[in-house]
C-alpha cells in the first residue's frame, strides 16, 4: 500500500475518531476528503496522491446499503457541499483573473494596524485548514510534505494576527549572546577578569561554580591532584580546599603530597603534608577536620619533629589535619597496614575504606616521651667533675629550670673526659634520653655515648640528623648540637643489653671549649608503669599534668631483699584474719598515666619468694581493674606462689587516656580463699609494678574502619573511638568506594555502601554491599562483575563507576558506569555506558541536584542499546542528568581532569566543583559561541554533547550574529546564529536550535556569515562571499553574500546577486548589515559591494523589496567605503565613510525615505573616528535616540556617543586602547545579576552620563577595563564599568564576545502572500470533486429508479408472453417481436407438443428437436397453468440441432447469445446487433424464451439481457470503452434470484425427473404419494410442462448446454463419447468475465451451490453455519430454470408422472442414453428430496458437504502459518494489488503491521491459484459468519 494512502487513512481516522476503513456518513466523507485535501502539497498532485485522496476512505456494503435507505444523508451532503463551495469559490476569486496561472495572492500589512481578513474569520473556510501554525498535527502529514507544505491556516494566520513594533523590549524575553568563545564563566575579581588560559606544563587547580570559575593554585607537573575536598562559609562560598596526589610543590611552596589553599590564595602546607602519595581527602565540616587517606606512612611533621613522636606519628594510610590549629591529630589506632582510597560521612562517624586489615596500635608505635623516670629517686654520680662553684653536682641536671647557672649545670673538668652514672632503684627498660647542652663560657659536649651500668656494654641509640631530618644511628660518639635545644637519643628496641638494666652510664668523649657538661638531663621508659612505691612513680618535674600514683590501705610493708633489686611492697597477716574486714580493707590502689586510650595488656611484677624465703607464706592476691567509667573488670585471682621473680599478665582491657579527673585504677588486696601452705600461720601477697603495654585493637577489618572525627569526645571514657564492622568483608577484601544512602524499607534509614573487589559465592555479594543493621547484604542478591572505584548517592539512586560489564549474574549488561535503583532494588545501565574505566563518581552540584559526573579514562559513551542514538565522543568527562536520563552540558574543560570533586547539592547559588589537571583552558561552562543570558540572570549553555557547534576546517569557530526568528507574534522563537563553524551534521556557517541539537537550516552557506535579520518568513543572511568557478560548467557558484530563504518553504529565494567594487567581482561582497524598515516590503542591505544584478548602481547600500524581489537604490550617496552599521531610528542611520570631495570626512549620515534624501547629523562631526556600532536606546521616551560606538582614528581607543534626537553628544567612555568592541545593547537593570551591579535600587544620573536610569549599556567584545581586568562582556552605566563574562577559546587564548541581543517580536512588514501552485490545484481538486459527485449521487439516482421499473416491466412482460402460450392464442409459427406482442396480448407462440415437434428435425437445416406438453386441460381457469405449460414447451422446443458430419452439437439460446427468428429458436445474437454504450440488446433484438428460461437466474437479475462481449472486447473495439456494469445494483436483485432458485429447484428437478421415470425407465424411483388423484388441473399442467422438458433431455433433444469454463476462464472442451463428462461442467460463468454479476457467480460457484435464504438452526458446534446444498447436475438446472420461468409451487405429481410419460415415449432418443446418464450422475429420490453424489473431483471447488453442513476447503499446509479471519463484507479490487473476496470467505492474514491496511492470502480451491493482496483490516473478523450474515451476502 502506498505511503501516501496510508498517511491520508491514519489522518482521516484521527480526525474523525473512527476506524479508519468503516465508512461515514456522506458529508463527513466530504469534509474529510477536502481536509486531505489541503494537506497535500504542490509536489504531491501526481497521479498516484489523486487517486490516494480518492480512496483515503474505504466503504463497507452495509455502509453503503444504509446510505441507499438514507436518503436524508444524500440530502444532508448536497447542503453541505453547497455550503462548501460558497466558502472556496471567493479563495478562488480573491485575486485577479490569472489567480490560477500565477497563483492566488492575497496582499496584507502583518502589522498591529492591519484589518482582520474576512475570509480568515468565515468559519466554513478555516474549516478546509487541516494543520493550525503551531504545528499539533504535524505528527500525521508525511514527512516530504511537512518540508514543503505551507497550509492555508498559515497563509490566512498571517492577514489577521496583530504584531507589535520592532524594539519593544520585553524584560522576560531571552538574551542570546554569541562570539568567538569556547567556554564561558562570570566573571570573577580575584582573577582579574583573565581567561582562564593555563599552563599544560603545570597542574591546576580550579573551582567551578555553575556560573564562574576561580584558579585557585598551579603545582609543578611532577605530581599530579587525584583527590580534594573544601570547607565553606555560611553563604556557601569557599573557605578553604584542599587538594591531594603526588603533589611536591604549590605554587613553589614545598609540600608533602597534600595542601591547602584558601579563597584569597593562602597556601597551607599542612605541617609539610605526608610521606606518600595521597588517595582521598574528606573535609569534616563540624570539627575542622581534614581526613587524609593514602599510601604513606606517616606525617611528615611527625617524622622530623622529634624522635620521640616519629613513630607515635606514623599514620599508616590515616591521617588527620587540624585546619584550625594547622597541626597533624595523632590518630588514636596509630594508622592501618595498607592505604586508603576513600572516605564518607556516615552518621556521627567517618568511614575509612581500602586495601588494610590491621590496626597499628602496638607498643612500638606509642610516643617515647610520656612515661619518665624518677631521676630524683636515683642515685647519680658524676666521674671528672668540674671544680667551679656550683657545676660540680651532676643531679644539677634533674629537673632544673636555670640556664647554665650555679646549681642548674654540670660541667667536666677542663679539658677532660667524663661522666655520669644513673642508678636505678629499680630495674628499668628506657627507651629516650634527652639532653641538654651546656653552652657556659663555650663549653658544651660534642660527642657522648651510653653504656648500662651493671656491664658497661654500649647501648645502641637514634637521633634526627639536624640537616637531614633522617632517623641517624650511633654507639660510640653520639652528636649533641652545641645549642639550648632539647635533644632526644631513642634507645634501639630489641637491644638485649637494654631490658631490665639497673641504671646508665652517659660518657662524654668529646666537648667544646674547654671542657664538656650538660644542662639537662631526663630518661623515659616506653610502656606506662605504676610503682608500689610511689616515689618512684612520674617526674617530680612537673612534666605532665597527670602522674602515676599508688594509695595503700592497711599495713603494706616495703620490703628490700639483697638478691632482688629494688623495694617493693609486702602485705601480711595471720591466717585466723584472712577473712577479717580489716584484711578485706588492706588493698593498695595503683593508678597509672595512659597516655592515650587504647587496648592494653596489664602486667603484674611479682617478686620471687625465695628472695625473702617467704614461699610457705605466699597465697594470691585479688585483683580489680577499673578501666573506665562504665566498665569495672571482675575481680582476678593472681598467683603469687613464683619462687622467681615474674612478670604476669592479668588482663586486657580497653583503657580511656588518663586525665585530671580520671584515670584507670588498679586495687590489690589479698584473695582470702587463695591457696596457701597449711602449716604457715600467717599469708602474704607482693607487688612491685603494673605495666601497660600498648596491643593491636583489630586484625580483621576487612578494608573498613569506623572513626569518629571528635577525637577530643568524652565518648572515649566509656569506650574507643574507632570500630570495626560487626560484620567484616573476606580476608584479602580491597575496599575501593565508600558512601551512604537510603535504604529501601518499611522505613527508610540510612546504610553504608561499599565497593570495590570483594566477595564470593558464600557471602552472596560481588564487589559491592550494603552494610545495615550491623551486618553486610548484597545488592539486588547479586553484585557487577568486574571492580568498582567509585560510588555516589543522589535521590534515590546509588551511582557507580569502575571496571566491569555488567551484574554478577550476568543479567544485565552494564559497561564500566551503572545506576541502582534502591526503590525498585533494580540495576540500570546508563545509555550504554563508555568503552573504558570510569575512576570517579560525584555529585556535580553546581549544575543542579540531579547531575551525575562521571570521570576516568573513556573516550565513548554508548548509545543505549537498541537505540538509533549514536554514540558520543567524550574526553574522560560526562555529565549524567538523572532527571531527564540523558547526557548533559559539561564545564569547559581544555583536557582530561585528574581530580573531580563536588559535594552533594546544597541550594541553588552555592555549590562549587573543584577541577584539577594538566589544563590549557577551563571555563564553567562548555559553550562554544552561544549562550543565554536567564531570567534570573545566570548564564546558559546550549552545549549539549557531540550536538554543539564545533571548529571549521580550518580551525575557526566564532558565531558573529544571533536571531530568534519567529514569522509573527504567535509562532515559538527559534534561535538562528551564523558565523564561521560547522555542526555535527556538516552544516557551515549557519544553523538552526532545534531538540536541543544545532541543525542545518541553509545549504550552500561556505563563507562567514555576518549579519542575520527577517521580514515576515524570510531570512535573510548576509556575510563574506566566497566564490568559486566550477570546473565542470566554467561557472560561479558559491556563497555570494547574500541568501534570502523562505522558513515556509524550507526553499531560497531567488534575488539578482550583488557586485564588488569593480561591478562584476562577486568574491569581494561582503554584507555586514541588514535592516528591516518597519510597516513596509523593504529590507536595507549595507555592506562592500556597488552593483546588484550586473547592471544596477546600488554603492554600498541598497533596498530590497521582499514582495517583488527587485533591488533599488537610494539617492545618490557620498560614500565612498563599505557601511559598517545601519538601523532604524525615525530614519535610516548609516555608519559608513562619507566624503564628499575635498570635504570633510563624515562616518554617519541619516537618509529619509520620504523624501530620498541623505541629511548630516548633528554633532557627528565630532566622531573622532569610524562609527564601528549602533544600538537603540531602548527604553521609554528614547524614539529615534541611539548609541554610537567607534574607534578613534589617532590612537584606535574605542568611544561612546549618543545620539539624543537633536544631537550627538560624546561620553566619557574609558577602557584600554587594545580593547576591541564588536557590539553594545542597552539591558534593562533587572536582568543584570545583583552580585555584578551591586544592590542599589536605582543608579544615579549625571548630566554628563547618557544612559537612563533603570538601564544599563551592555558592551561586548573583548576589553581591558580599568584596574587591569579584562572581559568578554562588560557593563557601563554611572561612568563606571562592571565586569560580567570572561571567556576563553579553544586554543587558550582569550575569546570575545560578538553581539548580546533580546528575544524581541519581529519587526512589521507589508508582504504579500502568494497562494502556492499545489494549494490552488487542491481547491480546484476540492471543487472538481464536488461537482463530481454531485454528478454520481443524480446518476445513482437516476439508475436506481430506472432498474426498478424496468425491472417490474419486464417480469410483467414475461408472465403475460408464457400466459398467452400456454393458452394458445397463436396457432403456431414466428413473429418477429413474440416478447412485444406477448405484452400486446396478440401471442401466437403454440404451446403443444405437437407445434414443437411439427418443425421436425432436418439434417443441416436444424429445427426443434424436443417435445413437452404445454397444453392445458379443458377448463383451464388459472393463467399460472398456461405459463406452467409454455415453460415447458419453451425448454422443449428452444433447441435447434446443428450437424457437421459426424458431430453435432446442441445449441439454445444461452445466458449470453440466443436467436433472434423466433422466441423458441437459439439462434446465436450478433454482437452488431449490442448496444455499445450499454453491452445489452437492441430492443428490437428478439429474445428466444427458451434462452430467458435457460438463464433464470440472469433473467431475475436484470431486465436487460447480458451479452457476453468479452472475447469481442478489445484494445481497438468498438466495445473496448464499454466500462464494468454498475456493481452496486446486482446486490438488489442478487437476493431474489437465489431465493427463488432456492424454493423452485428442488420441486421443479423432482416433478420432472418422478414423471419421466416410469415411462422411460430412467431408473428413478416415484414416491408413491405422488400418485394421488386429488392434485388440481394446474398443478398437473405445471408438472406437464416440466415433465415435457425432461422427456426431451432424456431422448437426446437436450436442452442446450452452457458452455463450461475452468479456472482460467478457459473453454473446456467435452469428450463427445464420455456422458459424464456432456452433462457435467466445472463453472457455468466465466471466472474472467467483466460483467461483475458473472464474476460473482464464478466466484460462488468455486465455493460451492447458492445456500438458501436463512435463517439457518445452530449445528453441533453452536455456530449458526449456513447449509450449504450439494452441487447439482445440467439436468437439475433445466429444471430450475423451467420453474424459474414461471412454474408454481402447487404442482400436481400424478398427472405430471403421466403427460410426462407420453412425452417421453415420443422422443426417439433410446432410454438407454438416459438409463447410462443416469448411472453416471448417481441419481437417485428417497423420502421425498432429491440428492445427488459426487465424487470429490466433481464437487465445486470451494466446498464440501456432509449431512447438509457446509465445510470449508482444507487448510493448504503452506496457509496453516498464517491466522484465519472470515470475510464480514465483499470487498472488490480496484487497483493492482489489492485483494478481493466475498463475504463468508476465508482470509489467511499474513502481515498486520498497519493498523488499516493488512496483507493476505483467499483459496479459491486446490484447483485454482492462490490470491494475495491488501485490503482494509475492518472487513474481516476472527470469527465466522453468522446465519444473519447471509442475508448480506444473498
Not at 152 to 177: A, K, V
Not at 762 to 769: E, L, R, S
Not at 799 to 818: C, H, I, P, Q, W
Not at 1580 to 1595: K, L, Y
Request: proline share 5%; charged share 20%.
Amino acid at each position: 500500500m502506498s505511503k501516501d494512502r496510508r498517511v491520508h487513512a491514519e489522518h482521516w481516522a484521527r480526525s474523525h475518531n473512527a476506524q479508519p476503513c468503516c465508512k461515514p456518513s456522506i458529508g463527513t466523507q466530504i469534509n474529510a476528503q477536502l481536509q486531505e485535501t489541503s494537506n497535500v502539497t504542490e509536489s504531491e498532485t501526481s497521479p498516484r496522491t489523486k487517486a490516494s485522496i480518492k480512496r483515503a476512505v474505504v466503504t463497507s456494503p452495509s455502509s453503503l446499503q444504509a446510505s441507499k435507505t438514507r436518503p436524508r444523508t444524500w440530502i444532508r451532503a448536497v447542503a453541505i457541499l453547497g455550503l462548501l463551495l460558497i466558502a472556496v469559490l471567493p479563495v478562488m476569486g480573491a485575486d485577479s483573473s490569472d489567480a490560477v496561472a500565477a497563483s492566488l495572492s492575497v496582499a496584507s500589512t502583518t502589522g498591529p494596524d492591519s484589518k482582520p481578513n474576512s475570509l480568515a474569520d468565515d468559519p466554513e473556510l478555516r474549516a478546509l485548514s487541516a494543520d493550525e501554525s503551531d504545528g499539533d498535527d504535524q505528527d500525521s502529514i508525511d514527512d516530504d510534505a511537512k518540508e514543503s507544505s505551507s497550509s492555508l491556516s498559515d497563509e490566512l494566520d498571517s492577514i489577521d494576527e496583530p504584531q507589535p513594533e520592532e524594539g519593544e523590549s520585553d524584560d522576560e524575553g531571552g538574551i542570546g549572546i554569541v562570539g568567538g568563545f569556547s567556554g564561558v564563566s562570570s566573571f570573577n575579581p580575584n582573577n582579574k577578569g583573565a581567561s582562564l588560559s593555563l599552563d599544560k606544563d603545570m597542574t591546576s587547580v580550579v573551582a567551578l561554580s555553575r556560573e564562574s570559575g576561580m584558579l585557585l593554585g598551579s603545582f609543578t607537573a611532577e605530581g599530579q591532584v587525584t583527590t580534594g575536598c573544601s570547607f565553606y562559609n555560611s553563604d556557601g562560598s569557599i573557605l578553604q580546599s584542599f587538594f591531594g596526589g603526588t603533589l611536591i610543590s604549590l605554587n613553589s611552596t614545598q609540600v608533602g603530597y597534600v595542601a591547602g589553599v584558601d579563597a584569597n590564595g593562602q597556601i597551607d602546607d599542612m605541617a609539610m603534608g605526608v610521606n606518600g602519595p595521597v588517595n582521598a581527602l574528606f573535609c569534616h565540616q563540624d570539627t575542622k577536620q581534614v581526613f587524609v587517606g593514602g599510601s604513606f606512612t606517616s606525617t611528615i611533621s611527625g617524622l622530623t619533629t622529634s624522635i620521640a613522636t616519629r613513630r607515635s606519628a606514623s599514620t599508616g594510610g590515616i591521617a588527620i589535619y587540624n585546619v584550625t590549629s594547622k597541626a597533624w591529630r595523632q590518630v588514636p589506632f596509630h594508622g592501618l597496614d595498607g592505604p586508603v582510597y576513600d572516605f564518607t560521612g556516615f552518621g556521627d562517624a567517618v568511614y575509612a575504606v581500602g586495601d588494610f586489615s590491621t590496626t597499628f596500635d602496638n607498643a612500638t608505635y606509642v610516643p617515647l616521651n610520656t612515661q619518665p623516670l624518677n631521676l630524683t629517686a636515683c642515685n647519680i654520680v658524676g666521674g671528672n667533675n668540674a671544680e667551679i662553684f656550683g657545676f660540680t653536682d651532676p643531679r644539677s641536671t634533674i629537673c632544673t629550670n636555670g640556664r647554665d647557672t650555679p646549681n642548674f649545670t654540670w660541667l667536666l673538668r677542663d679539658l677532660l673526659d667524663g661522666y655520669m652514672t644513673i642508678n636505678f632503684p629499680f630495674k628499668a627498660t628506657p627507651s629516650l634520653l634527652r639532653l641538654m647542652n651546656t653552652m657556659y663560657e663555650g663549653r658544651g659536649t660534642s660527642t657522648f655515648r651510653v653504656m648500662a651500668v651493671e656491664n658497661n656494654q654500649v647501648l645502641a641509640m637514634t637521633y634526627l640528623d639536624p640537616e637531614t631530618k633522617e632517623e641517624a644511628f650511633c654507639t660510640q660518639g653520639c652528636p649533641l648540637q652545641h645549642n639550648t635545644d632539647w635533644q632526644e637519643f631513642r634507645f634501639v628496641d630489641g637491644d638485649e643489653m637494654l631490658a631490665n638494666i639497673t641504671g646508665i652510664m652517659i660518657k662524654i668523649d668529646e666537648y667544646y671549649g674547654m671542657g664538656g657538661g650538660l644542662n639537662k638531663v631526663e630518661l623515659y621508659q616506653r610502656d606506662p608503669h605504676v610503682y608500689a612505691i610511689d616515689i618512684y612513680n612520674g617526674s617530680p618535674c612537673g612534666y605532665s599534668r597527670v602522674r602515676p600514683t599508688t594509695n595503700l590501705f592497711g599495713d603494706w610493708a616495703e620490703t628490700t631483699a639483697a638478691s632482688y633489686h629494688g623495694t617493693y611492697r609486702t602485705l601480711t597477716v595471720d591466717v585466723a584474719d584472712i577473712k577479717s574486714p580489716n584484711v578485706k580493707g588492706s588493698v593498695i590502689q595503683m593508678s597509672p598515666y595512659i597516655p592515650e586510650a587504647g587496648f592494653y595488656k596489664v602486667f603484674m611484677k611479682i617478686p620471687g619468694c625465695q628472695n625473702t624465703n617467704t614461699c610457705q607464706r605466699r597465697s594470691a592476691a585479688l585483683v580489680t581493674l577499673t578501666t573506665n567509667q562504665n566498665n569495672t573488670i571482675p575481680s582476678i585471682a593472681v598467683n603469687q606462689h613464683n619462687v622467681l621473680d615474674e612478670e604476669t599478665e592479668i588482663a586486657r582491657v580497653y583503657a580511656p587516656a588518663s586525665t585530671t579527673e580520671y584515670s584507670a585504677t588498679v586495687t590489690i588486696g589479698l584473695y582470702s580463699d587463695g591457696d596457701f601452705d597449711p602449716q604457715t600461720t600467717k599469708v602474704e601477697v607482693v607487688v612491685d609494678y603494673l605495666r601497660f603495654e600498648r596491643i593491636t585493637s583489630f586484625d580483621k577489618l576487612g578494608g573498613v574502619i569506623r572513626l569518629d572525627p571528635d577525637l577530643d569526645s568524652d565518648k572515649q571514657l566509656a569506650s574507643a573511638i574507632y570500630d570495626s564492622l560487626k560484620d567484616v568483608l573476606p580476608e584479602d577484601s580491597v575496599v575501593h568506594a565508600v558512601t551512604s544512602g537510603l535504604s529501601n524499607s518499611t522505613e527508610p534509614e540510612q546504610v553504608l555502601f561499599l565497593g570495590g573487589k570483594f566477595g564470593g559465592e558464600d557471602q552472596g555479594y560481588y564487589n559491592i554491599a550494603q552494610y545495615s543493621d550491623r551486618r553486610l547484604t548484597p545488592l539486588n542478591a547479586t553484585g557487577l562483575y568486574g571492580t568498582v572505584h567509585s560510588l555516589t548517592f543522589m535521590d534515590t539512586s546509588l551511582y557507580v563507576g569502575g571496571e566491569f560489564n555488567g551484574t554478577a549474574d550476568l543479567k544485565t549488561a552494564l559497561n564500566n558506569m551503572a545506576q541502582y535503583n534502591t526503590t525498585d532494588e533494580t540495576w540500570y545501565p546508563l545509555n550504554g555506558g563508555a568503552d573504558g574505566p570510569v575512576t570517579s563518581v560525584v555529585p556535580y552540584s553546581p549544575f543542579g541536584p540531579h547531575v551525575v559526573a562521571f570521570a576516568g579514562s573513556f573516550s565513548t559513551l554508548y548509545a543505549a542499546a537498541g537505540s538509533e542514538d549514536q554514540n558520543l565522543t567524550s574526553s574522560g568527562l560526562a555529565m549524567w542528568d538523572a532527571s531527564a536520563a540523558q547526557w548533559t552540558s559539561l564545564p569547559y574543560i581544555k583536557a582530561t581532569p585528574t581530580l573531580l570533586f563536588a559535594d552533594p547539592w546544597k541550594s541553588q547559588d552555592h555549590n562549587v566543583a573543584l577541577i584539577a589537571g594538566s589544563l590549557s583552558a577551563v571555563a564553567a561552562l562548555e559553550a562554544n559561541g552561544t549562550v543565554l543570558l536567564t531570567s534570573d540572570g545566570g548564564i546558559k549553555s546550549l552545549n549539549m554533547p557531540d550536538a554543539g557547534l564545533q571548529p571549521d576546517s580550518e580551525g575557526r569557530l566564532v558565531v558573529n550574529s544571533g536571531l530568534w526568528y519567529a514569522k509573527d507574534n504567535t509562532t515559538t522563537p527559534v534561535l538562528v546564529v551564523g558565523g564561521q563553524f560547522q555542526t555535527q551534521d556538516g552544516t557551515t556557517n549557519l544553523a538552526q536550535l532545534q531538540d536541543g541539537k544545532w541543525q542545518n537550516l541553509v545549504d550552500g552557506i561556505d563563507g562567514e556569515v555576518l549579519s542575520i535579520n527577517n521580514a515576515a518568513n524570510l531570512l535573510f543572511v548576509g556575510g563574506v562571499s566566497n566564490i568559486s568557478i566550477d570546473p565542470k560548467n566554467n561557472k560561479p557558484s558559491g556563497f555570494g553574500g547574500l541568501v534570502v530563504y523562505n522558513m515556509d518553504k524550507k526553499d531560497t529565494v531567488g534575488v539578482q546577486n550583488l557586485q564588488g567594487p569593480d561591478g562584476s567581482d562577486r568574491s569581494s561582497v561582503r554584507i555586514n548589515k541588514i535592516a528591516v524598515r518597519a510597516d513596509t516590503s523593504m529590507v536595507v542591505v549595507g555592506g562592500n559591494f556597488t552593483t546588484a544584478g550586473g547592471l544596477l548602481s546600488c554603492p554600498y547600500v541598497c533596498t530590497l523589496d521582499i514582495n517583488e524581489s527587485q533591488w533599488s537604490p537610494l539617492a545618490t550617496s557620498t560614500l565612498v567605503d563599505q557601511v559598517t552599521d545601519m538601523i532604524f531610528a525615525d530614519k535610516l542611520v548609516v555608519a559608513g565613510t562619507f566624503k564628499n570631495g575635498t570635504g570633510p570626512t563624515s562616518y554617519l549620515m541619516t537618509y529619509d525615505f520620504d523624501i530620498n534624501f541623505w541629511s548630516n547629523i548633528t554633532g557627528a562631526e565630532n566622531l573622532p573616528g569610524p562609527v564601528t556600532t549602533l544600538t537603540y536606546a531602548d527604553h521609554e521616551e528614547s524614539a529615534g535616540m541611539y548609541y554610537v560606538i567607534g574607534t578613534s582614528e589617532s590612537d584606535g581607543t574605542p568611544y561612546l556617543a549618543k545620539f539624543d534626537g537633536a544631537s550627538i553628544i560624546l561620553a566619557d567612555f574609558t577602557v584600554g586602547s587594545q580593547s576591541k568592541i564588536h557590539s553594545m545593547l542597552v539591558v534593562p537593570r533587572s536582568r543584570i545579576p545583583s552580585s555584578v551591579l551591586g544592590t542599589q535600587s536605582s543608579m544615579s544620573r549625571r548630566s554628563e552620563m547618557p544612559i537612563p536610569a533603570g538601564y544599563v549599556l551592555a558592551v561586548s567584545g573583548d576589553l581591558y577595563l580599568p584596574g587591569g581586568s579584562r572581559a568578554s562582556s562588560a557593563f557601563f552605566y554611572d561612568n563606571q564599568w562592571a565586569a560580567f563574562l570572561s571567556t576563553i577559546q579553544s586554543n587558550g587564548e582569550s575569546g570575545f564576545v560578538n553581539s548580546v541581543f533580546f528575544e524581541i517580536p519581529p519587526t512589521n512588514v507589508y508582504q504579500r502572500h502568494r497562494l502556492s501552485v499545489a494549494l490552488v490545484i487542491l481547491v480546484a481538486i476540492a471543487i472538481a470533486l464536488g461537482i463530481t459527485f454531485l454528478i454520481v449521487f443524480v446518476g445513482l439516482v437516476y439508475i436506481y429508479l430506472r432498474n426498478r421499473r424496468e425491472a417490474a416491466a419486464t417480469a410483467s412482460a414475461a408472465s403475460a408472453a408464457l400466459a398467452a402460450t400456454a393458452g394458445g392464442m397463436g396457432a403456431a409459427g414466428t413473429t418477429k417481436n413474440p416478447l412485444t406482442t406477448t405484452l400486446l396480448g396478440a401471442g401466437t407462440i403454440s404451446g403443444t407438443a405437437a407445434a414443437a415437434t411439427s418443425v421436425g428435425a432436418r439434417s443441416g437445416a436444424g429445427g426443434a428437436v424436443g417435445a413437452g406438453s404445454g397444453t392445458a386441460p379443458a377448463g383451464m381457469t388459472d393463467y399460472r397453468t398456461g405459463i406452467a405449460a409454455a415453460a415447458g414447451s419453451a425448454m422443449a422446443a428452444g433447441t435447434k440441432r446443428y450437424t457437421q458430419g459426424d458431430q453435432y452439437r446442441n445449441v439454445a439460446g444461452s445466458r449470453d447469445t440466443w436467436g433472434d427468428d423466433n422466441a423458441f429458436a437459439g439462434e446465436p445474437v450478433s454482437y452488431e446487433s449490442i448496444v455499445p454504450e450499454s453491452g445489452r440488446l437492441n430492443s428490437g433484438s428478439p429474445a428466444g424464451l427458451a434462452g430467458l428460461a435457460m438463464a433464470g437466474r440472469q433473467a431475475a437479475v436484470s431486465s436487460d439481457t447480458y451479452v457476453h462481449y468479452d472475447d469481442k472486447k478489445g484494445a481497438d473495439s468498438k466495445y473496448a470503452h464499454i466500462d464494468n456494469a454498475n456493481e452496486s445494483l446486482d446486490s438488489i436483485f442478487e437476493s431474489a434470484a437465489a431465493e427463488a432458485e432456492a424454493e423452485e429447484k428442488n420441486l421443479a428437478r423432482e416433478r420432472a425427473i418422478s414423471a419421466s421415470s416410469k415411462d422411460a425407465d430412467l431408473g428413478i424411483n416415484s414416491d408413491p404419494n405422488a400418485m394421488s388423484m386429488g392434485m388440481n388441473d394446474a398443478s398437473a399442467a405445471m408438472a406437464a410442462g416440466a415433465v415435457g422438458a425432461a422427456a426431451a433431455a432424456s431422448h437426446g433433444r437436450h436442452m442446450p448446454t452452457p458452455q463450461h469454463y475452468d479456472s482460467d476462464a478457459n473453454l473446456v472442451a467435452f469428450d463427445s463419447g464420455s456422458e459424464s463428462n456432456r452433462y457435467s461442467r466445472t463453472s457455468m460463468y466465466r471466472p474472467d468475465s467483466t460483467n461483475p454479476f458473472e464474476q460473482r457467480m464464478a466466484m460462488r460457484e468455486s465455493q460451492g451451490a447458492f445456500p438458501p435464504a436463512g435463517p439457518f438452526a445452530d449445528t453441533d458446534d453452536g455456530v449458526g453455519h449456513v447449509p450449504m446444498p450439494s452441487a447439482y447436475l445440467m439436468d437439475s438446472e433445466h429444471s430450475t430454470a423451467a420453474a424459474l420461468a414461471g412454474a408454481s409451487p402447487a404442482i400436481g405429481i400424478s398427472s405430471g408422472v403421466a403427460v410426462g410419460a407420453a412425452a417421453g415415449a415420443a422422443g426417439k432418443s433410446s432410454a438407454k442414453n438416459l438409463r447410462r446418464r443416469s448411472e453416471t450422475t448417481s441419481t437417485r429420490h428417497t423420502d421425498g428430496d432429491l440428492s445427488v453424489s459426487q465424487s470429490p473431483s466433481s464437487r465445486p471447488s470451494g466446498e464440501s458437504s456432509v449431512n447438509g453442513s457446509t465445510t470449508h476447503l482444507p487448510i493448504r499446509d503452506s496457509l496453516k502459518q498464517y491466522p484465519v479471519f472470515y470475510a464480514k463484507f465483499t470487498f472488490s479490487s480496484r487497483e493492482t494489488g489489492e485483494l478481493g473476496f466475498r463475504a463468508g470467505e476465508r482470509v489467511f492474514v499474513i502481515d498486520q503491521s498497519d493498523e488499516i491496511w493488512w496483507m493476505g492470502i483467499v483459496d479459491h480451491g486446490s484447483d485454482q491459484p492462490l490470491e494475495q493482496g491488501v485490503f482494509p483490516a475492518t472487513y474481516v473478523s476472527s470469527e465466522p459468519p453468522k446465519s444473519t450474515d447471509w442475508s448480506e451476502l444473498m
